[in-house]
Structure formats: structure tokens, C-alpha cells
């Protein structure tokens, strides 16, 4: 009884409208497919990266040893009698970084304390856009105050500074990232769950007491990703050195020498006039895999520790 | 054992702490505020800075001459235009790649291997220092490409450097569109493109267009990149016109053609020794952080007014 | 009304409170909590009994807005709480308070009961040390954690995080607990532990308790209020209120009628 009732639609010819469409159908797995190689496309420029970077260093290291490339002490790939150690350009990255963060780590955890913790509501949503702002002036302007603005007013205190020192642009990138950190941090912060401050309120502490002793333990992995995100800004950032650390590659952490770091020199070949394929033309893509390196090896360790914190609430 | 006597004594000496801890308070809140201020000011400091010492060259002259080797005639022509052009073709190249790239992973990609993948992916790229972008340039299109030092390399490049940004914002504002939309829609009838297309980009479209701001201001002011192409910097002449007034009416040689950029004309200034151009150099600061400034600006209050509004 | 012997630890006269927004949430509350006794507030959801319970620490001066109007007194000093100038921290050192869901901080066992003293600027190693013991050993959590002091407390469970929450309350000798639903996201075990420890700390010091559970209010209490929409419907003995109460709508919501 019940088969027969159904079968019996079944029979009729089926409306027009209803019937799957064919064109349709295609033309929806034509859209995703486009949309899929667009999404790609991030896998394809990663991919295009790693592949330029090793293949102009295969060919530099074809002329250069690895060991004479990690422990030479010269790089003086445009001169005659011609040196290939990074070292130099490593100290010259690694000080004005590392100038850089003991401005930015000090003021901007600080900084994010206060907006977290002490500040009001109002304040808050005044002060957080500003900070947006403030992460998206572009460095070439920075790298104006490092050489004609602060240089000069340091060699006011300090006589004998060069024209080109490694402190100027260090001090410079770390108010540079201050932002950055703060707003990072702050988020951190932000997430640490109410409860947990009221817990703190409810002993009898203070807010400073609050802040210090429960808030930032409880986002210590978010500040710390906050800080290992800056380190990786402040290694791979450019205009600022190349304008105001000098171009003379300089095997040393003393902040008062002129020193030029991996970016640095790249500029500096990129706006000469190298043949393609030459040592030189290659060593910056040597360069620029070190560079590489140190920097995905700090947002790595940045992503860990701000996923491992995610988990936590 | 609390006694009466015991309490009293007790508060005192509890009344003593407290107003030694609340100094701490005090002296923290002053500090936290100095520490915030810093880069504030810095940046008051340095806008001050620049306006004051680009102030000569606030005039027309600046925007209409071509670069000089003197620098009181010296302009910035052909690199607002350089600017201009380059910015065309990264928005042209890494808009409807980056909202297709967000769409499709928010969308349609199945949530496995694949498209962890590609996130972190999109995450790591983010990352990726913009001087690097630049040596990618160099090999893939400047020699391998051949596409040489042109806007169309310079455009290219800048536009997978602004890409993740533009993923990453796609994806944030298509995430806050509630399920329920879609259904609606697909319970009139709809296909899943007519879903993406007349509802979800739809009314993601303001948190999609402030990331494309945020990105086109950040290639405005990038630098490092476009130098390690080989941009020149001493540009006296303008590309050849996008528009012609014969049929087609629209040429693409401005593509091939050599160029320089705001940021250049003042890295290029900056690193001569002659104190005249530096002033030419601060003018041309004082443009740029004035036009970026205004494009993240309205960015921030775009994002913020859709915050404001959407409650859904 | 009230049978007792023993004296007033703390009263609210008169006491309203305004949320931000001016959302009245507290009408004309006026109550006493005795010296050493439990006091039990119950009520359906929503009735402001939580609201009132954090009045005694001022926990509402966390949040801008929100407004007291009335006094809280306490004994024997004669001091009004909620006074202007009466500073909250010095109040919420004498009231410490036990939360809904356990939220230890995200440090060791021993810091986490240390915290008080921490906080009040205790640095003998010694002191610290016994005041960690004998507030553990008056949680009843000593002998379960204390080999392993200095593990994170956020390895223990839902009961014995609540038990630490109480040793962190202790460890300060406070002279008034409050408790708000301190058992409600815990299982039923867990919750008897806390309600034998809860008549145990009887002995110590004052206790005002919120629950959503009138078996709970029964079985562990001195005295009961019960509240309704903000207002202090009726104040009792426990006995009586469960037995034989004087209003039409404690009646009723006891046995069920509503709530």
C-alpha cells in the first residue's frame, strides 16, 4: 500500500525548476577551485621564498666554505681580496636589536601594565587606537629621526660619537616597537579572567599588587610572545639601520661604533650596480637566508608560547 | 583569638600598610603613564621635527618639479606618481587574491591538514621581514620573470607582502557573520557562491575594506623591498599615461616603465651628505606619515564604528 | 525573634545599592551577622543576595558606577564600611571571601595560601611557613597536598581547589568569611567536605553564606534570610524559617511553590 503511494510521484515528470542543475553545479566547483588557488597563493610565495634564498646561497656556497661563512671574521665580498664571514654582520643585527629591546621590553611591559591594570575605560579606547597608529608609520621616517634627531642629541652627552653608531637606531627601533609590545602585551593581559583579580582584591591587595603579582604571572606566555614577536621585528627591520648604523660591516657589540647588520648591507648592494649572478649578487641571498632563519626561528618560538597560553583559559 | 583590644591594635597597624602600599599604587600609576607617553610623544616629537625642518618646501613647486641636483628646486613629482601607480597594481593584485584567498579558507576549506596548513602558512608570512619580500622580488621577478626594475615588479612585490594582511582581515570579518545568515539564505534556495557572494562579502565588506587600508598604507610606506629590486632614484620623467585618448583609450606600457617612490625619493635624499636635502627629505617625511596617518586613522574608526553598530 | 546569646559581629541598616546604569538592586536592607554564628542567605536567582554578600567586602567598588546608599557597621569598632572614607582594601583584609567557582591564582599550593601574607608584607620564612600549615590543616587539605607544596595549584581538583580558595581565605585570620555559593560547581562529595569544614570554621570566626540550596541553608546554618527582589522578605533562626516561618512567601518558597 504505502510503496505504491510513493512510487507513484515518482512517474510524473519532475518540474524543470527542480531538476539538479548541471551548469550550475560546475560553475560552483569552478568558483571554489579559483578561490582555492588563491588561497594558494601564501603557500606558493613561502614556497618562491625558500626556494630563491637556497637556490642564489647553492651557488654562493659553491665559491664560499660554510665553515669560512660561519667563522671568518671579515665580510668584504665586493673587495679584491674578497672574505665571506656573516659574523660581523650578525653583531651589528644582534646589538641594535638588542638596544632596541632594553628600550622597548622596560617601557612597553610597562606600558601595557598600566593600560591593562590602572587605566580607565576611557583612557583605554583612547590610548589602544593610538598605539594602532603609532605600529603603522613607516620606517624610513624613523630611520630620519635615528640619524638627524637622536644621533645628534646623543652626541650632545657623548662627544665622541660617530655620525653612524649602532645606539642612535637602537634606541630609535626600540621606541619603534614599543607599540607593538604594549598592545600585544595588553591583549594578554586583558585575557586573564576577572575571577582571578577578584580573587586577588578580595586579600586585600592593591591594584599594583594585583598587577604584579597575579595578571602577569597568569600572562606571562602572552607578554613573552609579545617580546619574541618584537626581537624578530627589530632583527629584520632595515631603513632605520641602513640610514643611521653606517655600511661598514664591523665585527663588535660596542653600541658606540658604526656597524652595518644583514639588512644593512643589503640595501647597500641592491643599490649598487652587481651583476646578476656574481658572488656579490649572491651573497645577499646568503645573507638574506640568515636573516630568514633567525627571524622564523623567533616567530616559531612567538606563535608557541602565545598558543600554549591560548590554552590556558 | 580576636579580642576587642587586639582589633583596634590590629588596625592601626593594618591602616599604616595600606597607605604605604597605596604610594606604590600612586608611583606606578605616574610611571605607567610616563612609560606610555614615551612613544606618544616620540611620535609628536618627530611629526614636530619633520614639519619644522621640511617647513621651505611646503609648497606646490615641491609636488610639481622632477628630482634636481639642486636641491631648492628639487621635487617629488615623478614619485607621487611612481607611488600612485605602484599602489594600483598592488591593490589590483592583492585584494581579490587576499578575499579569495580568506573566503575560500573560511568557507570552503575542509578543516584538516590542509588548511592548517595554509594558516600557519599565512601567520609565518606575516612574519616574514619586508627585506626579504624584496630579495623574492629580485629573483622571481626582476630575473626570473624578467619583468625587470618596473611597477609592475614593485607593484607585485608590495602586494604579496600586503597579502597575509589582507587574508588575515578577510577571515576576522567573515568569522563575525553568524551562522543563521547563511542559513537563511540557503533556505530560500541558494547556491553556496550566492551565499558567499550576496551575504557574507556582502556584509563583511567594512572589516574586509579596513584591512585593505591598513595593507595599502603599509605598502605606501614600504621601502626596504622596493630598494633591494632596483629601483632607481633619480627619476626625471613620468611613466607613460594609463589613459590615452585614442582607442582603447587604456594602455598598460606605465606597467614596464621604471619608476621611484615617495619612500625612496627620501631614503635617497636622506643619504646625501648635503645638509640642503635633508630638508627636501623632512618634507617628504612629513607627506607621507600625513597620508599613512590618514589612512590608518580611517581604518581604526571604520573598525571601530562596525563594532559599534553590528550587534547581531 | 532571634534567640542568641552571642553578639553582633556586623549589621547592615538601611542598606540600598545601585548597580551602574541605576538598576536598584538592594532595598533597605537592615540585618545582623552574629559573633561565631553561620548566617545563610537564600533566595531564587537574581533576588540581589550575591549583591549583598559583596557589599561586606566592597567588591562592587571594583566596577565605576555602582553605588552604595546605608551603612554596614562593623563591631567592635563601630565602623561604617561603606564610608567614603573607608578604604576597601583595609576592609577586604578583615572580610576575606570564598568565590563561586574556585579561582586560585596560577601559582604553587604555598603561594597560593601565602598570598594574604604576601600581600601584607610578611617576609619571615618562618611565619609564613606555619601560618601555610595551620591554615591547609584548618581547610582540611594538609595532609592531601602537603608533600607536595610546591606542585601548581591548578593540578588539584575542583573540591580541593575550593578547599585551597578557604586556606587562602584563612591564612589572614580574617574576622568575617563570606561564602558565595562556594559549592555550586562542585560534586556532591566535594560539597560535603566544604559544608562539614564550613561548621567546623563555626568555632573560628563569623560566617555569611549565599546559596542556591535551602538544604544546604538547613543543614549548615544558624540563622537564614531569605530575599526576594531585593528586599530582606524575612530573618530567623534556621529552625524556624524551615519550620514554621512567619511569612506567606518564605512559605512558599521553601516548599517549592515557586523559585
Known sequence: ?313 | MTTQASVLENLAEVRAMIRKHKRNDFIFSIVGLLALMIGLLTLLTLFIDLVIDGYPRFNLDFLTNYPSRRAASAGLLSAWVGSLLVMLVTFFSAVPMGVAAGVYLEEYAPKNWFSDLIEINVTNLAGVPSIVYGLLALGLFVYGLNLGESILTAGLTLGLLILPIVIVTTRESIRGIPVSIREAAYAVGATKWQVVFHHVLHYSSGGILTGIIIGMARALGETAPIITIGALTFIAFLPPSPVSDVAPFINFEWLESGFTVLPIQMFNWLSRPDHAFHINAAATGALIIVVTLLMNGTAIWLRYRIRKNIKW | MVTTTSPVKAESRDLNFYYNGGHKALKGITMPLYEKRITALIGPSGCGKSTFLRCFNRMHDLYPGNKYDGQIVMHPDNTNILDNGVDPIEVRMRISMVFQKPNPFPKSIYENVAYGLRVRGERSKRVVDDKVEEALKGAALWDEVKNRLHDLAFNLSGGQQQRLCIARALATDPEIMLFDEPTSALDPIATANIEELMSELRNKLTILVVTHNMQQAARVSDYTAYMYLGELIEYDDTDRIFTNPSRKETEDYITGKFG
Open chain 1, 1 to 313: 500500500m504505502v510503496s505504491q503511494v510513493l512510487q507513484k510521484p515518482a512517474e510524473l515528470p519532475i518540474s524543470a525548476r527542480l531538476a539538479k542543475n548541471v551548469r550550475r553545479h560546475i560553475l560552483e566547483r569552478v568558483i571554489e577551485f579559483i578561490l582555492m588557488l588563491a588561497a594558494l597563493s601564501a603557500v606558493a610565495t613561502t614556497i618562491s621564498i625558500v626556494v630563491i634564498l637556497l637556490y642564489e646561497s647553492y651557488t654562493f656556497f659553491e665559491h664560499v666554505s660554510l665553515f669560512d661563512f660561519l667563522t671568518d671574521t671579515e665580510w668584504t665580498p665586493l673587495f679584491e681580496n674578497a672574505h665571506y664571514g656573516i659574523l660581523p654582520l650578525v653583531s651589528g643585527t644582534l646589538t641594535t636589536s638588542a638596544i632596541a629591546l632594553a628600550v622597548a621590553i622596560p617601557l612597553g611591559t610597562i606600558g601595557a601594565i598600566y593600560l591593562s591594570e590602572f587605566a580607565s575605560h576611557r583612557t583605554r579606547e583612547i590610548v589602544k587606537p593610538i598605539l594602532e597608529l603609532l605600529v603603522g608609520v613607516p620606517t624610513v621616517v624613523f630611520g630620519y629621526f635615528a640619524l638627524l634627531f637622536v644621533t645628534p642629541l646623543l652626541q650632545k652627552i657623548f662627544p665622541e660619537l660617530p655620525g653612524f653608531n649602532m645606539l642612535g637606531p637602537g634606541i630609535v627601533m626600540g621606541i619603534m616597537i614599543i607599540p607593538y609590545i604594549s598592545s600585544m602585551a595588553e591583549d594578554a593581559m586583558r585575557a586573564v579572567p576577572m575571577s582571578m583579580r577578584e580573587g586577588s582584591y578580595a586579600m586585600g591587595a592593591t591594584r599594583f599588587q594585583t598587577a604584579i603579582r597575579v595578571v602577569t604571572p597568569a600572562a606571562i606566555s602572552g607578554i613573552i610572545a609579545a617580546y619574541i614577536l618584537g626581537i624578530s621585528r627589530a632583527v629584520g627591520e632595515t631603513m632605520v639601520v641602513a640610514l643611521a648604523a653606517g655600511q661598514q660591516p664591523n665585527l663588535t657589540f660596542n653600541p658606540m661604533e658604526s656597524a652595518a647588520t644583514i639588512t644593512a648591507y643589503i640595501v647597500q648592494v641592491a643599490m649598487g650596480d652587481l651583476p646578476h649572478g656574481s658572488i656579490g649578487y649572491q651573497s645577499i641571498f646568503a645573507a638574506g637566508l640568515v636573516l630568514m632563519l633567525m627571524t622564523l626561528t623567533f616567530n616559531i618560538i612567538g606563535h608557541l608560547t602565545r598558543k600554549r597560553f591560548r590554552e590556558v583559559y
